[in-house]
């Protein structure tokens, strides 16, 4: 069964009629869409800055506001303590922040990017061995985190340590996709993540789809 309060994986932004606007609420943030002369007009705040957009869009068109995943890998640094005895298992939920992408619908139905809004969550940065990623900080939850309304995925984790000594990892090395995306008890939930740690280097092991 469809769940009621889930949150919605993508919604319509409405082309409003010349000289009118249409707002969307997003978490903490404001979406004003305006039909000015000569195009379109789009201010995002999140409360602490605005930004302007100016589009030229097109009437037999449609806009769609979508949560996506991040595109690059993501390190996932906890904020709270976290420990595993050599031999030891720990299971919980971190999250990730999605990213906001509004695309344009075209007449044939065609869905292309026209504006990606990165969160102030995830930092951008280079690592010699890995490449780019994103980097983004999250709490240890022991439960499902409850719903907040801004855009996160809730992944749950498993963590292994096949090491001799006690693991506390500095991050969790996580990748997200699109298509794993699912709107379920209020939130969106990725499939488990299950990782080993071998002593130097992480291992991911086959987990199960994500748990109703």
């Known amino acids: 069964m469809e769940d009621p309060v889930a949150q919605p994986l993508s919604v319509p932004v409405p082309l409003p009629a010349r000289g009118g606007s249409s707002r969307i609420r997003l978490g903490s943030s404001d ?3 305006e039909h000015v002369r000569g195009g379109y007009s789009l201010l995002w ?11 030229g869009l097109r009437a ?34 971190v999250q990730v922040p999605l990213v906001p992408t509004i695309l344009w619908v075209g007449a044939d139905e065609v869905r292309q990017p026209l504006i990606e809004r990165l969160p102030s969550e995830l930092a951008a940065e280079w690592d010699d061995v ?27 984790v498993i963590l292994h340590n096949d090491d001799d000594a006690v693991l506390s990892p500095a991050h969790l ?40």
Not at 45 to 55: E, I, K, T, V
Not at 66 to 81: E, K, T
Not at 184 to 210: D, H, I, K
């Open 60 to 93: 037999d068109g449609a806009l769609e506001l979508h949560w996506r995943a991040p595109r690059l890998p993501v390190r996932c640094l906890p904020r709270d303590v976290v420990s595993v005895v050599p031999g030891g298992r720990l299971r919980g939920y």
């Open 130 to 156: 890995d490449g780019h990623l994103f980097r983004a900080e999250s709490a240890w939850h022991v439960r499902f985190p409850m719903r907040t309304g801004d855009p996160r995925a809730v992944v749950p």
């Open 173 to 212: 090395p996580l990748q997200l996709s699109d298509h794993e995306l699912v709107a379920m008890r209020g939130s969106v939930v990725v499939r488990p993540r299950r990782l080993r740690w071998l002593g130097t280097s992480w291992a991911e092991a086959p987990a199960r789809e994500v748990p109703a």
């Open 45 to 55: 705040s999140d409360g602490r800055q605005a930004r302007r957009y100016a589009l």
């Open 31 to 33: 979406l004003v869409l």
